[in-house]
């Protein structure tokens, strides 16, 4: 892609903001008549999805805005997002599973705002993968940090979204086997929806690190 410091081909732009765009969907179909706390964190999600959403378009379509103040206006956003998870880890610090779930979000956070300003800095025609000189080891170490974490999440993810037989020959000496799981009675209640659309999200966040 082109423009917005995402480079590659066009049509893996438009892929990703499918992608995006439609994790964010899901997870707002997730918030409708769920608890306050699945409503809060479907609702974090899609606005994740949403924002990747446009960065993602932003390298594929043209805007009225100079790349670089597109990306820092999305970092911007990202931020906004990042501090309510903050803000929700540390209401919520004495739980164990909202602390990984709110954790997790805030590096997705985070990571996208790493990208905004390096895609903002980037130079127009050129590519991320050189950043600035005098940061030139701690960037790549960065980068290549946040994919084995985000690489790790989407495998380990997908394990967990596979039938039950199929999980546990993954798994191996795990030993578990797939409990009986009752009929859904809306969208926000089939199985693994909101491990697909964390899922997704990691993917899309996943791939845009690659772009830089």
């Known amino acids: 892609m082109h423009g917005a410091g995402m480079h590659g081909p066009t049509a893996v732009g438009w892929l990703l903001t499918v992608l995006c765009a439609a994790g ?64 929700l880890l540390r209401r919520r610090r004495h739980q164990r599973a909202a602390v990984a779930h709110h954790l997790h979000h805030l590096v997705g956070a985070l990571t996208m705002v790493y990208a905004s300003l390096v895609m903002a800095t980037a130079p127009a025609g050129g590519t991320t993968g050189h950043p600035h000189e005098g940061s030139a080891a701690e960037l790549p170490a960065l ?23 199929a999980r546990t020959a993954v798994a191996g000496a795990g030993g578990g086997r797939a409990l009986p799981v009752p009929p859904p009675r809306a969208v926000r209640d089939l199985p693994g929806l909101a491990a697909a659309c964390r899922l997704t999200m990691a993917t899309g966040m996943l791939a845009m690190l690659l772009t830089l």
Do not use: K, W
């Open 24 to 87: 964010g969907t899901v997870c707002l179909l997730r918030a409708r008549g769920a608890t306050a706390e699945r409503r809060t964190a479907a609702v974090s999600e899609a606005g994740m999805g949403f924002t990747m959403a446009v960065m993602a378009l932003s390298g594929g379509a043209p805007t009225a805005l100079s790349p670089a103040v597109l990306m820092a206006l999305l970092g911007m956003v990202f931020a906004a997002l990042g501090s309510r998870e903050l803000a």
């Open 143 to 165: 980068t290549g940090a946040l994919l084995a974490y985000f690489a790790l999440y989407v495998l380990l993810t997908a394990v967990h979204l596979l039938p039950g037989p």
